[in-house]
T-cell receptor, first 116, second 111 residues
Framework: GAGVSQTPSNKVTEKGKYVELRCDPISGHTALYWYRQSLGQGPEFLIYFQGTGAADDSGLPNDRFFAVRPEGSVSTLKIQRTERGDSAVYLC??????????????FGPGTRLTVL | LAKTTQPISMDSYEGQEVNITCSHNNIATNDYITWYQQFPSQGPRFIIQGYKTKVTNEVASLFIPADRKSSTLSLPRVSLSDTAVYYCLVGGGSSASKIIFGSGTRLSIRP
């Protein structure tokens, strides 16, 4: 079946602009996660959705970052007033059950964001 | 939160068995140990998960001693395609914020 997809695969923007990154999870997966990965580092947790609600957004670095999942499937990560330090690969993952390390997370290929 | 310590990098040759050890001294009673593999330009991929003793699947084995303060991922007869970054994670329960990837171990396999 289809895996997790993310669009766009690459996004180049200018400092101060607004960007949206989209994640299509595996159909039927209730849990959805966003991570940010900088070069040479492991993925850094940002936010976790259980259904439509954000169950844990403690990883969002500041109020410029926001994510939604209005119908419990597709999710959008929104970044306002982008800064050069936001440049990274943004990964989305989904899992079929309730979240947490007990559940296998299926990752998408990521969106590489470059802020000039 | 239980953090993990892994070697930054390892080298091996095709056909060898590779063992990557992860330290997690502060592991909690309800924590599981999970390993992911990541190739360049791809998201991480689940390899194996365990709680204690030994777990084996078609890809790898996971050895966990009785005190659970460390774990060892064992890859039998590696090939060039096993060159990747391997992450050890410790956590459990319902909070995804307990998932900490760390920097992983960069495994390089040579012919």
């Amino acid at each position: 079946g289809a895996g997790v997809s993310q669009t766009p695969s690459n996004k180049v923007t200018e400092k101060g602009k607004y960007v949206e990154l989209r994640c299509d999870p595996i159909s039927g997966h209730t849990a959805l996660y966003w991570y940010r990965q900088s070069l040479g580092q492991g993925p850094e947790f940002l936010i976790y959705f259980q259904g439509t609600g954000a169950a844990d957004d403690s990883g969002l670095p500041n109020d410029r970052f926001f994510a939604v999942r209005p119908e419990g499937s597709v999710s959008t990560l929104k970044i306002q007033r982008t800064e050069r330090g936001d440049s990274a690969v943004y990964l989305c993952a989904s899992s079929p059950i309730s979240g947490g390390t007990l559940d296998t997370q299926y990752f998408g290929p990521g969106t590489r964001l470059t802020v000039l | 939160l239980a953090k993990t310590t892994q070697p930054i990098s390892m080298d091996s040759y095709e056909g060898q068995e590779v063992n990557i050890t992860c330290s997690h001294n502060n592991i909690a009673t309800n924590d599981y140990i999970t390993w992911y593999q990541q190739f360049p330009s791809q998201g991480p991929r689940f390899i194996i998960q365990g709680y204690k003793t030994k777990v084996t699947n078609e890809v790898a084995s996971l050895f966990i001693p009785a005190d659970r303060k460390s774990s060892t991922l064992s890859l039998p007869r590696v090939s060039l395609s096993d060159t990747a970054v391997y992450y050890c994670l410790v956590g459990g329960g319902s909070s995804a914020s307990k998932i900490i990837f760390g920097s992983g171990t960069r495994l390089s396999i040579r012919p």
